[in-house]
């Protein structure tokens, strides 16, 4: 076993969950003591530590130009209820790995190489993705410190404040060149590449979500004395709505439009009752914007004619629209040059999740590396990377940095 898969094994112990599963909720107890065992391989390593007001972590192997923008890696660590154990971690213990390498090689940068650990890539918290990365990149403002909450009620500034992650929220934004590039390690999170039997895909763009929030109000009454001709039925309007987004993300003829309604909550849930209210949240996502778009409007267009013809009343909230992100082509031929260089396969391949990589790439020149994981499963306890994957996207990671630190400019 290789001291990365020896470390993601031990890092699947900090869990609510028992093993396999792993459930490690931003700012939880576990997701400390997990930030506390990676800063210690942090210190063990040589790397300097700094962590920001919402708990973002950079680990910096200084570069012999410290004044020179660096060059970045990383992922997160934050693992929904129930979740495996490479998503995102594969990133982290990569990236550290991938720089203890170059260190061992005696490689010196003239960038400086930072490990970056982002907070909350996961929405199970505070329902929004990608929060250190939204923050740094000024995506989101300062003032979600109050307007995000947790299932309890409990505000963003209380819960970080709480963890020991103090100072202004709007701090977490970075200066502008601060980083000349970065590239993040990443499992797929889809089958293509072990279908095709490549051990490396190269993202040339990154899929960007809608998030909607969509309530239906209708009529409640009794199951047996409200007859059929007379109802105005919340949940059958919701079904409507949810079958006319797939649709509309079938209609585009593009592979990369899907829509996904993942919550559907029913009041008032009972069988003998009919359902005066349900609330859908929806996931229209694309790598292209206007294609994205145009889904929103066959959707808003269905919400319209749902409520005419059935009576109820339909609201509609965004929850957000992100901007999907093109990959720059520097990056990519970097990597793709050393595959090369080290006779490994790959493909150019767009990324349909979306990861801090998307947030990243506002901030400057970004790519990711993907490895294959097993049948395409992720977020679920049976998500599995192989370890000579892995070891080859470490790899591969390391000569990519090595270049981009010691880029002019």
């Known amino acids: 076993m290789t001291r990365t898969q020896q470390e993601l094994e031990t890092l699947s112990t900090f869990s609510d969950a028992p093993a396999p599963a792993v459930t ?36 910096r192997w200084q570069g012999t130009d410290p004044a020179a923008p660096a060059v970045a890696t990383g992922s997160h660590i934050d693992a929904i209820p129930h979740a495996g154990r490479y998503d995102g971690t594969v990133g982290v213990l990569g990236g550290l790995e991938a720089i203890r390498s170059l260190q ?3 490689f010196r940068p003239r960038r400086s190489i930072e490990l970056i650990h982002f907070t909350s890539e996961e929405p199970t918290r505070f329902g929004l993705g ?28 209380a819960v970080r404040n709480k963890a020991g992650f103090l100072g202004d929220l709007a701090s977490t934004r970075v200066a502008p060149g601060a980083y000349h590039a970065f590239v993040e390690l ?14 490396i895909g190269i993202v040339t763009a990154i899929a960007a979500p809608a998030s909607e929030r969509i309530t239906i109000e209708g009529q409640g009454g009794h199951a047996g004395a ?10 059958l309007a919701a079904a409507e709505i949810a079958l006319a987004l797939e649709t509309s993300a079938k209609s585009t003829g593009a592979i990369d439009s899907v829509a996904t309604t993942g919550v559907c909550d029913i009041h008032p849930r009972a069988i003998n009752s009919i359902p005066s209210r349900v609330i859908l949240e929806a996931d229209i996502r694309d790598t292209d914007s206007a294609r994205r778009d145009r889904m929103i409007e066959k959707l808003e267009e269905a919400c319209r004619t ?26 990519i031929e970097t990597i793709a040059e050393v595959c090369e260089t080290h006779h490994v396969a790959f493909d150019r391949m767009v990324s349909r999740a979306y990861h801090d990589s ?31 994957d892995i070891s080859t996207g470490v790899k591969i990671l390391a000569g990519t940095l090595a270049k981009l630190a010691n880029e002019a400019g």
């Open 24 to 59: 490690r909720v931003v700012f939880s107890e576990q997701d400390l003591r997990a930030r506390a065992w990676l800063k210690g391989l942090a210190e063990d390593a040589g790397l300097s530590i700094r962590e920001d007001a919402v708990g973002n972590t950079f680990l």
């Open 104 to 106: 061992a090689a005696g």
């Open 130 to 157: 990608c929060l250190g990365s939204r923050l740094m990149s000024g995506v989101l403002p300062a003032s979600a410190d109050e307007t995000l909450r947790d299932a309890e009620g409990a505000s963003l500034r």
């Open 186 to 199: 990443h499992i797929e999170q889809g089958p293509l590449l072990e279908r095709r039997k490549v051990p």
């Open 226 to 235: 409200v007859l059929m001709p007379d109802r105005h039925d919340a949940f």
């Open 306 to 331: 749902v409520a005419a013809r059935r009576g109820v009343r339909i609201a509609r909230e965004e929850i957000n629209r992100d901007t999907p992100a093109t990959c720059d082509p520097g990056i």
């Open 358 to 388: 998307l947030f990243m790439a506002k901030i400057c020149p970004t790519s990711m590396i993907f490895v294959p994981c097993k049948n395409g499963f992720s977020h679920r306890p049976d998500e599995h990377a192989a370890s000579e």
